[in-house]
């Protein structure tokens, strides 16, 4: 383990603690962000919510400590829920990744190999893909458990011909392709069907992984190479099926203020916006009674709090006919949160056991999300599906199709 006292804080620059000063200032300590915190609520500890860790990172920014510990830090899953919460408006997530940034070298040596570690196995796009189609080919030996982490290929599919005026760059991240490389083609599918022509781009990480796991400086190599691609494409914006992913490229302005691609950045953030918003629900069929379902819906807490969109999805699915079960606690997080559930399994495990209870308390016949980390981490959980909102768009339109050829 690492003696904090080697590894002293730099002294930041003087328009980062002007920001993070005036952000913290922002907080009035109310204690209402405590209510929708995750941590706080699974421990009860003030250190474990925003806003015993906003004191903290304060001290650490004016160097009021020495030797603190970082781990309230560490186990932040990032959801952002507390900055829906706030009454006040408090950024919390601009502060927690500057403190995190400046705070690194502190952190014990085995957590920051562990980090890195995630990030080897998780970023390695071809190894993990060929890891899932293995682990495809013998899904029929697999335990149940198993059996719904194990998601579809690609089989049968094929990304369609660009015909359409409309045209949208959809991010083919690191991740997915490889647990669920359907999904994107049947994203593509959909937006055919409603005149919308989907540019690949990619495979590119949109540097997300990397910086949530406190590698910062690749995290934001890696979002440069993904906004040269993004800026360069004849589309109208960008987009992505994961909403993590679409979430940290509407952050790109920030992420790259202070440089000189703090304007490109501004611009390409401007441009992106969640998939969700390309689909018109009055173009949507409306399914027979048979095919509808109930849903019980889960909102990743990157499309709840960050991008502000779970309405969209609700609208989508409501009107393919089918019926959102009432959820109690809806804003909580079920505790992928990216890398998180690798990183912190037990606090990850007993989110997903309380998620899971709070989404079938109404017995639906299936839970939907927006996200893959999500639906993996929901799946390893559960009795019953849990599927992603396209899947269910796609599944409409092309059987709309059939009905129409027959």
Not at 116 to 121: D, K, L, W, Y
Not at 234 to 243: I, K, N, Q, R, Y
């Amino acid at each position: 383990m690492s003696n904090p006292s080697e590894h002293p804080i730099p002294p930041p620059p003087k328009d980062t603690v002007a920001v993070a000063e005036g952000l913290l200032r922002a907080c009035v300590h109310c204690g209402f962000c405590n209510a929708t915190c995750p941590t706080y609520q699974l421990t009860g500890d003030e250190r474990e919510g925003p806003r015993g860790r906003l004191y903290l990172m304060k001290d650490l920014l004016t160097g009021a400590v020495e030797g603190a510990d970082l781990e309230p830090l560490a186990r932040c899953l990032g959801c952002r829920s507390c900055e829906t919460t706030c009454p006040a408006g408090v950024r919390y997530s601009e502060i927690l990744d500057t403190v995190r940034e400046r705070t690194q070298a502190r952190r014990p040596a085995l957590q920051r190999a562990l980090d890195r570690a995630s990030e080897a196995v998780l970023g390695a796009r071809k190894p993990l893909a060929t890891v899932m189609r293995a682990a495809r080919a013998l899904r029929p030996l697999a335990p149940r458990a198993w059996k719904r982490r194990i998601l579809p290929s690609t089989k049968g599919l094929e990304w369609p011909t660009a015909r359409h005026v409309r045209r949208v760059g959809l991010l083919l991240g690191c991740v997915q392709p490889a647990l669920r490389p359907d999904l994107d083609v049947k994203a593509a599918i959909v937006l055919d069907h409603l005149g919308i022509s989907a540019q690949p781009l990619g495979p590119a990480c949109c540097g997300a992984l990397p910086y949530h796991l406190q590698a910062h400086e690749k995290g934001r190599a890696q979002a440069l190479e993904t906004l040269s691609l993004g800026t360069t494409g004849d589309f109208e914006g960008v987009t992505s099926t994961a909403t993590g992913c679409t979430a940290f490229l509407r952050d790109y302005g920030r992420l790259f203020q202070n440089t000189g691609e703090a304007d490109r950045g501004q611009a390409f953030a401007a441009t992106v916006t969640d998939i969700a918003a390309w689909i018109d629900p009055a173009r949507l069929p409306l399914l027979p009674p048979d095919l509808r379902h109930d849903i019980a819906w889960h909102a990743p807490c990157s499309l709840q709090h960050a991008l502000k969109g779970a309405s969209r999805v609700e609208a989508i699915l409501k009107a393919l006919g089918h019926r959102l079960v009432p959820i109690t606690d809806a804003a909580l997080c079920c505790g992928s949160a990216g890398p998180y559930s690798m990183r912190h399994p037990r606090l990850a495990r007993a989110l997903a056991k309380r998620k899971w209870q709070t989404l079938t308390g109404a017995d639906p016949a299936l839970v939907v999300t927006a996200n893959i980390g999500c639906q993996q981490h929901l799946a390893s959980h559960g009795d019953r599906p849990v599927v992603h909102w396209l899947d269910l768009v796609y599944e409409a339109l092309t059987k709309l199709d059939k009905a129409c050829r027959d």
